[in-house]
Nanobody, 116 residues
Framework: QVQLVESGGGLVQPGGSLRLSCKASGFTFSTYAMSWYRQAPGKERELVAPITSAGGSTTYSDSMKARFTISRDNAKKMVYLQMNSLKPEDTAVYYC?????????WGQGTQVTVSS
């Protein structure tokens, strides 16, 4: 059974850091592109960062490029999102995504709240 399970979210103060994790199972992880998305209250879901099956990665938004880093470990079937210098506007539910051709899988999301 396909599973994407996010963890590592929580409440942090502005300027703090979090490392999100996504554990994958039930599919050929190494052939899938992975990505992190987020959705804030009242807003559309947006792409945070993608990483290819070959390991090429980036952070999509200019506002996040200097602060967020995506990585993957194919041996462990894990994807990570390191988030530094967090801002209140980063508050959202963060989702792990896997994609290959027409197939897309989503995790259940993990809440990140940045507040003083």
């Amino acid at each position: 059974q396909v599973q994407l399970v996010e963890s590592g979210g929580g409440l942090v103060q502005p300027g703090g850091s979090l490392r999100l994790s996504c554990k994958a199972s039930g599919f050929t992880f190494s052939t899938y592109a992975m990505s992190w998305y987020r959705q804030a209250p009242g807003k559309e879901r947006e792409l945070v960062a993608p990483i290819t099956s070959a390991g090429g990665s980036t952070t999509y938004s200019d506002s996040m490029k200097a602060r967020f880093t995506i990585s993957r470990d194919n041996a462990k079937k894990m994807v990570y999102l390191q988030m530094n210098s967090l801002k209140p506007e980063d508050t959202a539910v963060y989702y792990c995504n896997a994609a290959s051709g027409r197939i897309t899988y989503w995790g259940q999301g993990t809440q990140v709240t940045v507040s003083s």
